[in-house]
C-alpha cells in the first residue's frame, strides 16, 4: 500500500473536461461511502442524463424536474447542445463556400443579390437535407435500407456507446484512455479466434465470442492500468503506444496463425454464423443485437458509477486522488479495474463491430471509432447516459454524412470538420459562454 | 512571422488593409448576372437517366493510381455518354457497406467499385440488389449474374519492362519492390523479374534483379500503400545495393520512390524510375525527367467500356480481362528519356509483344487472371 502511494504522481486532479472535481472538498456526501444514502437526497428519475444529482449543500426540497431544467440550462449539457449547434452552422458556412454554384453566384452578387442567397440556402439545405434524412427517414429513397436511415444511424452507433462508455468511465476515475483503439482491436482480435476457428452451438457461440472480446479489451486496458498503478506510468503515453502496438500485432497475427487461407490478402475468414449478433429487422437492415448489449452496458456503468460501492470509490479518485487515499481506499487497485472494465467495454465494442456489421478481421476493425468515442464521451459530458445519446449524435453523423457526400456531393470531410469543431467548443466552455452571453454556472464543479 | 508583421502594423495602417481587401472582395461581386436561360438538354434521355457510381478503396478518388483511374473513366462516360454520376470515398473498411447501401438507395444503375477489399461488400450489395448492375475492378472472385469483374494480365506489361530496365541498366541489376505482398501487386513483380530473365537469355547477359524474387513469391516491401517515405526508404535501400532501373508497385509510393532518385540523382547517380497503373509522364511529371516508362492498365478506358455496354443493354457477368492484345495492359512511351533506349531494343519490344499476344512467349504468374 504505502510502496504504491509514492509511485502515483502527486497531481491527480483531473482535467477531464466531464467531471470537473473540485479538490479541497470532496463532495462525497456521507463519509459512511453507502450508495444508498445519497440516492435519499432527491434523486431523479432512475439513470438520467445529467447523472447523479447528489448535492449536499443544496435544499433537498428542490423538486427532480426544477433540478434537471437548472442542470440543463446552466450547465454542461447546454453548453454541450450549443457546441453542436455552432460546429453546425460553421460547417453550413464552409459547406456554402465551398460550393461552385455559391461562388458562381457571388460573382454578380451586385447584378443579382438573390441568387447569392438562393444558392446558399440551396447548398446548405441540401446538404443538411441530405444528412438529416441519410439519419433519420428517407421517403425518397429505393431500397427500404435506405428509407430508414434511423436504423443505420443506431448500428453507426452501437461501437461507439460501448468504446464511449469506456472513455467515460476512465475519465471518472481521472484517466484519459486514449487507447479505446487498441483495445477495440484486441477485443476484436481475441473475439475473431473463438469466432471463426471455434465451432460452437449457437448462443454459446455468440456469448463465448462476447467474453473473449471482453477478455481482450480488458487485457489491453488492464496492461495500461497496471503500469499507471505500479509504476505511474502516464496512461496518455502508454494507451497511444499501446494502440500503435495493437494494430502491428493484429497485422502480423493476420497475415500468419489468422489469415484466411482462401486469400493471400491479410484478412481472417468469415465469422460462423452462430458467432454472429442476430439482426434485429431482418436481412434488410444492419441493426443487430449488438445494440442491446451497448444499451444494457449503459445501464450497468450508470448503476455501477452511481449507485455501487466500487462506482463511488473511482469518483472519489477521480475527484482527488490523494483524499480518496486518506480516507483509505486503495487508489492503485481502483485504476487498475477501472482500466479493466474500460478496456473490456472497448473490446465489446470490438465485438459489435466484428460480429455485427463486419463479419470479416482485418487491421482496420477499429476504424475511427477509437478516437470517435473519445469526442462522444466529451460530449457526453463522462455521463453514461449523456453519452450514450451523443453516440446516437454521432451515428447520425455516420450514417447521414455517408448520404449527404454521395446524394448532396458534399465532401464528407465536412463531417469530420463538424465533429472536430464539436471537440473544439466542448474543449473551450468559455467560448461558447460567450457566444451565447451564458452566466457561468455557479454550480459548476459541484456535480460529480 | 505572422504575428510579428502584425505586430509592426500600427492600427490605422491594419484598419486600411482590411477596407482596401474589402473592395477587393466587394468588386469581385461585381459580374453581369447570367440570362435566366433553361436546362439545355441535348442528350438522349436514356443516358441521362442512367446513374454511374463509383466507390473508392481507402486511397481515394487522387491517388494517381487505380481509384484514380476508374474515376476518370467514369468521368469521362458522363461527359461523352450524358450519363449522371455519383461518387463516394472510403476511408476504412467499415465504410464500404454504407456506401454501396446508399448508392443502391439512390438508383445507382451501375456502381463501379475499386479494388479487391471491396470484394465482400460489393458481393453482398449485389446479392441484396439484384436488379442493379456491379463492376469490381482487380477482383475475380464474385459469381453473380449483376456483377461484371475487370482484371488485367498485367504481367505481360511488365514483361517488357522488365526487359527494357534490363537493357538500359548500366550497374547490371535493376529493383523493384511492392506496398504489400498480394496479388495485384506480385503480377507486375513476376512479369518484370521474366523480362530480365528473358533479356539475359537472349543478349546473354547476367542483370540481377533486386527486390523479388519469384520462385519463392518473396521480395522487398514496403507494407503499406499510405506511408509515402517507406517508398522513398525502400528505394534508397535499392539504390545503395546498386540498380539503376527501379520499379515501384505500391501506389502513391511511387513518390517516394521518385523523390529517392531525384535526390541520388543530384549526387550523381543515373537512376531510372518504370512507373506502374497510369503514364507517369502524364500523371506525375515531376518525374519525367527519369521516367524511363510505365506499365499501364487503361482502367479507365475499361469503365468507360463498361458503362456503355450496359447502357446499351448489353451488360454481362462475364469477366474483363485488359491484355496486350485488347490494349487492357501496355507499356508507355519512353517520352523524354528515348534516346536512353536502343532502336535494336525497341525492336525487340516490338517482336516481344507479338509473341506474348501469340502465346509463343508465355508470361506466367500466380496471380494471373484464369
Known amino acids: 500500500m504505502s510502496g504504491t502511494d509514492k509511485n502515483v504522481p502527486a497531481e491527480q486532479t483531473p482535467g477531464t473536461p466531464g467531471a470537473p472535481g473540485n479538490p479541497g472538498a470532496p463532495s462525497i456526501p456521507g463519509a459512511t461511502g453507502t450508495p444508498g444514502a445519497t440516492g435519499a437526497a432527491g434523486k431523479p428519475t432512475a439513470p438520467s442524463a445529467q447523472g447523479n444529482a447528489d448535492k449536499p449543500g443544496k435544499p433537498e426540497k428542490e423538486s427532480s424536474a426544477s433540478q434537471v431544467v437548472r442542470e440543463i440550462m446552466s450547465g454542461s449539457a447546454m453548453i454541450s447542445v450549443l457546441a453542436v449547434v455552432v460546429a453546425l452552422v460553421i460547417g453550413g458556412i464552409l459547406i456554402a463556400i465551398t460550393d461552385t454554384r455559391v461562388t458562381t453566384a457571388f460573382g454578380y452578387f451586385f447584378g443579382d443579390p438573390m441568387a447569392t442567397l438562393k444558392a446558399i440556402w440551396a447548398s446548405i439545405s441540401e446538404a443538411y437535407g441530405a444528412l438529416w434524412r441519410g439519419a433519420t427517414y428517407d421517403p425518397g429513397a429505393r431500397t427500404w435500407q435506405g428509407r430508414l436511415g434511423i436504423f443505420e444511424t443506431l448500428t453507426f452507433a452501437t461501437p461507439l456507446i460501448l468504446s464511449g462508455l469506456s472513455v467515460t468511465l476512465a475519465f471518472r476515475v481521472g484517466l484519459f484512455n486514449i487507447g479505446a483503439k487498441g483495445q477495440i482491436i484486441l477485443g476484436a482480435t481475441f473475439a475473431g479466434v473463438v469466432g471463426f476457428m471455434i465451432e460452437l452451438p449457437p448462443g454459446i457461440h455468440l456469448l463465448a465470442v462476447m467474453v473473449a472480446g471482453a477478455i481482450g479489451g480488458a487485457l489491453w486496458g488492464g496492461i495500461a492500468g497496471f503500469l499507471k498503478a505500479k509504476t505511474g506510468a502516464h496512461e496518455v503515453i502508454v494507451t497511444i503506444m499501446l494502440n500503435y502496438i495493437a494494430v502491428s500485432l493484429v497485422l502480423y497475427l493476420l497475415k500468419n496463425q489468422l489469415r484466411d487461407p482462401s486469400s493471400s490478402n491479410p484478412i481472417s475468414p468469415r465469422m460462423h454464423e452462430t458467432a454472429m449478433f442476430p439482426l434485429l429487422l431482418g436481412p434488410n437492415y444492419r441493426l443487430h443485437a449488438g445494440l442491446i448489449v451497448a444499451i444494457l452496458a449503459v445501464i450497468v456503468v450508470s448503476w455501477l458509477l452511481n449507485r455501487s460501492t466500487l462506482g463511488f470509490e473511482y469518483r472519489a479518485i477521480g475527484a482527488n486522488p490523494r483524499a480518496a487515499r486518506t480516507a483509505g481506499m486503495l487508489v492503485s487497485r481502483g485504476y487498475i479495474t477501472v482500466m479493466l472494465i474500460s478496456g473490456a467495454l472497448a473490446g465489446l465494442a470490438g465485438v459489435t463491430q466484428l460480429a455485427g456489421t463486419e463479419k470479416i478481421l482485418d487491421a482496420d476493425i477499429a476504424g475511427s471509432i477509437g478516437f470517435d468515442a473519445i469526442t462522444v464521451a466529451l460530449l457526453g459530458r463522462s455521463k453514461p447516459w449523456g453519452t450514450f445519446f451523443a453516440a446516437i449524435l454521432f451515428g447520425a453523423f455516420k450514417a447521414g454524412g455517408t448520404s449527404m457526400a454521395i446524394n448532396a456531393n458534399v465532401s464528407i470531410d465536412i463531417v469530420a470538420v463538424v465533429q472536430s469543431l464539436i471537440v473544439l467548443f466542448i474543449a473551450a466552455p468559455p467560448l461558447i459562454r460567450s457566444i451565447f452571453r451564458i452566466k457561468e454556472a455557479r454550480s459548476e464543479g459541484v456535480s460529480a | ?370
Request: proline share 4%.
Open chain 2, 1 to 370: 512571422m505572422l504575428l510579428s508583421t502584425a505586430k509592426t502594423f500600427k492600427r490605422g495602417a491594419l484598419v486600411g488593409t482590411i477596407a482596401l481587401s474589402a473592395t477587393a472582395l466587394l468588386l469581385t461581386g461585381c459580374g453581369e448576372a447570367p440570362p435566366a436561360a433553361g436546362e439545355s438538354s441535348s442528350q438522349n434521355p436514356a443516358a441521362a437517366n442512367f446513374l454511374g457510381c463509383i466507390v473508392s478503396d481507402s486511397g481515394g478518388f487522387d491517388d494517381q493510381s487505380f481509384n484514380q483511374s476508374s474515376y476518370e473513366g467514369l468521368k469521362s462516360a458522363e461527359k461523352d455518354l450524358g450519363i449522371k454520376l455519383k461518387e463516394a470515398q472510403s476511408s476504412t473498411t467499415a465504410d464500404f457497406a454504407p456506401n454501396l447501401a446508399t448508392m443502391a438507395s439512390a438508383g445507382c444503375n451501375l456502381t463501379v467499385t475499386v479494388g479487391f477489399l471491396l470484394a465482400e461488400a460489393t458481393g453482398t450489395a449485389a446479392k441484396a440488389n439484384p436488379d442493379l448492375h456491379y463492376a469490381i475492378i482487380d477482383d475475380n472472385s464474385i459469381k453473380a449474374d449483376n456483377v461484371k469483374p475487370i482484371v488485367y494480365d498485367t504481367a505481360q506489361a511488365a514483361f517488357m519492362a522488365g526487359y527494357v530496365a534490363a537493357s538500359v541498366s548500366k550497374t547490371g541489376k535493376v529493383g523493384t519492390f511492392g506496398g504489400i505482398n498480394i496479388p495485384t501487386v506480385t503480377i507486375f513483380m513476376d512479369g518484370f523479374a521474366q523480362g530480365v530473365d528473358y533479356y539475359n537469355t537472349k543478349q546473354g547477359k547476367d542483370v540481377k534483379l533486386l527486390g523479388w524474387d519469384a520462385k519463392s513469391q518473396q521480395g522487398s516491401f514496403a507494407n503499406t500503400f499510405e506511408i509515402i517515405q517507406e517508398g522513398t526508404k525502400t528505394t534508397n535501400n535499392l539504390i545503395a545495393e546498386g540498380a539503376d532501373v527501379i520499379m515501384p508497385v505500391a501506389g502513391p509510393l511511387g513518390k517516394g520512390a521518385g523523390d529517392a532518385i531525384l535526390a541520388a540523382n543530384k549526387t550523381g547517380k543515373d537512376v531510372k524510375l518504370v512507373w506502374v497503373d497510369s503514364d507517369g509522364f502524364l500523371t506525375a511529371p515531376t518525374y519525367k525527367e527519369i521516367l524511363l516508362t510505365s506499365v499501364i492498365k487503361t482502367m479507365g478506358e475499361a469503365v468507360e467500356a463498361v458503362v456503355k455496354e450496359d447502357l446499351d443493354g448489353k451488360f454481362d457477368a462475364t469477366p474483363y480481362i485488359g491484355t496486350l492484345e485488347n490494349g487492357g495492359v501496355a507499356l508507355a512511351p519512353f517520352h523524354d528519356l528515348d534516346a536512353s533506349v536502343t532502336a535494336d531494343t525497341k525492336t525487340q519490344l516490338e517482336e516481344i509483344k507479338k509473341s506474348i499476344v501469340d502465346g509463343s512467349i508465355k508470361v506466367e504468374s500466380a496471380a494471373s487472371p484464369k
